[in-house]
């Protein structure tokens, strides 16, 4: 576990309807759930306020690009939530590469037996545990912060 830093983390998995929310222990032992916030102009609200809950040392927010890399409409919105919430907050944001979190959180909750219709409420919360358990994982293994950091409005030129 060298170079791992330690604190806690709070996963955010953005969507056109709802914003997944996960969080992890200070060691990065386990992400847990947190809660599913409806995308609306609050949005960032609620995450401040969770922030203020958590006290967390970064957000790690999932970037939904393609299957080959690429940029799509979700990783513009993606980057645009991002740079808001570390506007509005002032913690630090790292921008994670989010590739099949989705589709396996779906496949996690249907191997609990859930299906589709009665996981909505929960997989992007799931999602979120995914993409959060990644970084933590990947900084475990390398040592180095998973994904790229969003500037702060103080460090664009």
Known sequence: MSGFRRGVRLGIDVGRARVGVARCDPDGMLAVPVETVPRSDTSIDRLVELAAEYEPMEFVVGLPVNMQGADTASTVDAREFATALRTRTGVPVRLVDERLSTVSAHAALRSSGRNQKNSR????????????QQAIDMEKSTGNPAGAAVPSDEEHP
């Open 121 to 132: 409420s929960i997989v992007d919360q799931v999602a979120a545990v995914v993409l959060l």
